[in-house]
């Protein structure tokens, strides 16, 4: 019978170097982030026998909510050892990474992980789809142009105030830290960041681009930010990006790189020339449901009190609670009233995050209660919706 598992944080490189080993042989390719978000990061690892099986690392860093910055426990490179698998052992791995981020006031968590359906068992649901597209540059060049934009390569202190506030235009953007310029040259060494603005004015678009290696074509340019004030700067954005047509062929906006708004889909004039491949989701779990409704940020036009149980999968009620939401605040009671809405803790994550867009959308999910009353509930969190710009 083998030693049980010890869980531990790392402290020292031996140790480190063994989990970023693990993680090479476990996802068949080395993991930059290991290195990367070292120093940023609580790693935690489960050893056994004196040797690493199982790890992963954990940040806890806001995310944006109805506007407001949310404490979050951000999960990536979570592995277990080929040999270990089958033994639940990345369920207690899971437990072991969050424990010290709630500790630390987390009070929901985001990952990204291919195994959404095992994810999904842990409590975690997917608020959107993900896709990345690819267009032709010959395209954005016919269809995009410029309306008199300075156009400034590099970035400053005025570019990230600027995507500091427009990533609380969406649900599940970071509140970027300081060291995110860093950590993003790291992963993305030719990455180069221009800044946009009406002459004499101040920036008004931010576009981060790679050229980067294609097998067919050569080279491809590959966007990882676009974050853009109003159409006319996003038309610039897209027309500057037209222009390098004489030397490569398509333009791709990595999963993570474009806003889910239809600026492509009204502008060219040959839709069928955007093509979308899809992506696993990032996904979101609340961690403590009254907290999370209490730091979330709310709509100050809209006034709500509703009862809402929340169920398993099978239906079997576990939680009541009393939704309050008046003045831009939000409150969830416990109550003994039996709830007008019944849904699961992924379905509350959705709603959350924004990702019903209507009451036939909630109702085709599985939100159960009565039309006007979904409606009601909605209307609390569509008001922004789910994107998450950073890939982790």
Same mark, same amino acid.
């Given at each position: 019978?083998?030693?049980?598992?010890?869980?531990?944080?790392?402290?020292?490189?031996?140790?480190?170097?063994?989990?970023?080993?693990?993680?090479?042989?476990?996802?068949?390719? $080395?993991? =930059?982030?290991?290195?990367?978000?070292?120093?940023?990061?609580?790693?935690?690892?489960?050893?056994?026998?004196?040797?690493?099986?199982?790890?992963?690392?954990?940040?806890?860093?806001?995310?944006?909510?109805?506007?407001?910055?949310?404490?979050? #426990?951000?999960?990536?490179?979570?592995?277990?050892?080929?040999?270990?698998?089958?033994?639940?052992?990345?369920?207690?791995?899971?437990?072991?990474?969050?424990?010290?981020?709630?500790?630390?006031?987390?009070?929901?968590?985001?990952?990204?992980?291919?195994?959404?359906?095992?994810?999904?068992?842990?409590?975690?649901?997917?608020?959107?789809?993900?896709?990345?597209?690819?267009? $032709?540059?010959?395209?954005?060049?016919?269809?995009?142009?410029?309306?008199?934009?300075?156009?400034?390569?590099?970035?400053?202190?005025?570019?990230?105030?600027?995507?500091?506030?427009?990533?609380?235009?969406?649900?599940?953007?970071?509140?970027?830290?300081?060291?995110? $310029?860093?950590?993003?040259?790291?992963?993305?060494?030719?990455?180069?960041?221009?800044?946009?603005?009406?002459?004499?004015?101040?920036?008004?678009?931010?576009?981060?681009?790679?050229?980067?290696?294609?097998?067919?074509?050569?080279?491809?340019?590959?966007?990882? =930010?676009?974050? #853009?004030?109003?159409?006319?700067?996003?038309?610039?954005?897209?027309?500057?990006?037209?222009?390098?047509?004489?030397?490569?062929?398509?333009?791709?906006?990595?999963?993570?790189?474009?806003?889910?708004?239809?600026?492509?889909?009204?502008?060219?004039?040959?839709?069928?020339?955007?093509?979308?491949?899809?992506?696993?989701?990032?996904?979101?779990?609340?961690?403590?449901?009254?907290?999370?409704?209490?730091?979330?940020?709310?709509?100050?036009?809209?006034?709500?009190?509703?009862?809402?149980?929340?169920?398993?999968?099978?239906?079997?009620?576990?939680?009541?609670?009393?939704?309050?939401?008046?003045?831009?605040?939000? =409150?969830?009671?416990?109550?003994?009233?039996?709830?007008?809405?019944?849904?699961?803790?992924?379905?509350?994550?959705?709603?959350?995050?924004?990702?019903?867009?209507?009451?036939?959308?909630?109702?085709?999910?599985?939100?159960?209660?009565?039309?006007?009353?979904?409606?009601?509930?909605?209307?609390?969190?569509?008001?922004?919706?789910?994107?998450?710009?950073?890939?982790?």
């Amino acid at each position: 019978m083998p030693d049980p598992a010890v869980f531990t944080k790392v402290t020292d490189d031996d140790r480190w170097q063994e989990y970023d080993r693990l993680a090479a042989r476990s996802y068949g390719h $080395p993991v =930059d982030d290991i290195t990367l978000l070292r120093s940023h990061a609580d790693i935690r690892v489960a050893v056994r026998d004196g040797h690493v099986v199982a790890g992963g690392l954990g940040l806890l860093l806001p995310q944006f909510f109805g506007g407001a910055p949310v404490p979050s #426990a951000l999960l990536g490179a979570g592995c277990v050892a080929p040999e270990e698998r089958g033994a639940h052992l990345s369920i207690r791995m899971i437990s072991e990474r969050l424990r010290p981020l709630r500790d630390q006031g987390a009070v929901i968590s985001t990952l990204w992980t291919a195994s959404s359906g095992y994810a999904r068992r842990l409590g975690w649901e997917a608020p959107t789809q993900v896709y990345s597209w690819t267009v $032709p540059t010959d395209a954005l060049r016919r269809c995009f142009t410029e309306t008199g934009f300075e156009i400034t390569h590099g970035t400053n202190a005025k570019v990230r105030l600027l995507q500091n506030d427009l990533a609380a235009w969406w649900n599940g953007t970071w509140q970027r830290p300081e060291w995110w $310029p860093e950590w993003q040259q790291g992963k993305h060494p030719g990455l180069a960041t221009y800044q946009f603005s009406r002459p004499g004015q101040e920036p008004t678009g931010v576009l981060s681009v790679a050229n980067e290696h294609h097998p067919i074509e050569g080279r491809q340019v590959v966007v990882h =930010d676009f974050w #853009a004030t109003d159409q006319d700067t996003g038309s610039a954005m897209l027309a500057f990006l037209g222009r390098h047509n004489s030397r490569i062929p398509t333009v791709v906006f990595q999963r993570t790189g474009l806003p889910p708004a239809p600026l492509l889909l009204h502008r060219l004039d040959h839709p069928g020339s955007l093509t979308a491949r899809s992506w696993h989701p990032w996904m979101l779990r609340i961690l403590d449901l009254r907290q999370a409704v209490r730091l979330r940020g709310w709509p100050d036009e809209v006034s709500a009190t509703l009862p809402i149980e929340i169920v398993t999968e099978s239906g079997e009620t576990t939680e009541r609670f009393m939704l309050r939401i008046t003045d831009g605040k939000g =409150d969830l009671e416990p109550t003994t009233h039996a709830g007008r809405i019944t849904l699961t803790r992924g379905q509350f994550a959705v709603w959350y995050a924004g990702g019903y867009r209507s009451t036939v959308a909630a109702a085709l999910a599985g939100v159960a209660a009565p039309p006007l009353t979904i409606a009601r509930f909605l209307a609390a969190t569509t008001e922004r919706e789910p994107w998450l710009a950073d890939h982790f």
